[in-house]
């Protein structure tokens, strides 16, 4: 299964980075759903405030009654658009794609980042950051953004005390000054059987600004 997981800066064309069976998107535009609704693939969104929020696109499998929402326990209520609010789940019967018998659920999130004009501090980042985390067993793989690298995540957060494990190890953020940093993850538990594979970092395109974030690829198989 090839999946595609992007925090984006704003509407872009969903095939432009190639061919995937799954694709996540946080801090999507909410005006994506109609240019992507011509190519008839199945879609899954949740406002986060205003005109962005979460968005799973799946070329084949049905989402409708396979997604969960919910609100992190802790978000500011007058947050900008960009911040975190709701995390997303989509829950994958693996017999549909030939991997095997073990259901497994991946979730989609972008937890806060502290920034004074939307309400949202380190208090709000740390504890939605540890409430994913939590919910990370042997079935699950996490995607998103944690503004963050791992070794300078807090000690609640570090990921080798929770038994987790990130595979991305290129940088998948870069700032105006041209400095890059691995901030985007894609997290497993240590023990599960769910194998992460082929993680590459799209660098290769064209874009209108320098800093932001790049999308990123992998396959995942049972």
Request: proline share 3%.
């Amino acid at each position: 299964m090839r999946i595609i997981t992007f925090n984006c800066p704003g509407n872009f064309d969903i095939n432009m980075f190639g061919e995937f069976d799954l694709f996540f998107i946080q801090r999507m535009p909410r005006n994506m759903l109609w240019e992507i609704a011509p190519y008839e693939y199945h879609t899954s969104y949740i406002n986060n405030y205003e005109s962005r929020g979460l968005g799973i696109v799946s070329k084949n499998l049905l989402l409708e009654n396979n997604i969960k929402f919910s609100k992190f326990s802790v978000y500011a209520e007058n947050a900008l658009e960009c911040q975190g609010k709701y995390w997303q789940i989509l829950n994958i019967d693996t017999r549909f794609y030939g991997l095997g018998t073990m259901p497994i659920k991946i979730i989609n999130a972008l937890p806060s980042f502290p920034e004074e004009e939307s309400g949202t501090t380190d208090v709000h980042r740390i504890a939605q950051t540890a409430e994913l985390l939590d919910m990370i067993d042997d079935n699950t793989v996490l995607v998103g953004d944690f503004h963050s690298t791992d070794e300078n995540l807090e000690l609640e957060l570090k990921l080798e005390s929770r038994n987790l494990i990130n595979y991305i190890k290129d940088y998948t953020f870069t700032c105006e000054d041209g400095t890059t940093g691995s901030l985007d993850k894609i997290i497993t538990t240590n023990t599960s059987s769910i194998r992460i594979s082929n993680v590459s970092v799209i660098t290769n395109y064209l874009r209108d600004h320098i800093q932001g974030h790049w999308p990123i690829a992998f396959d995942l198989e049972i």
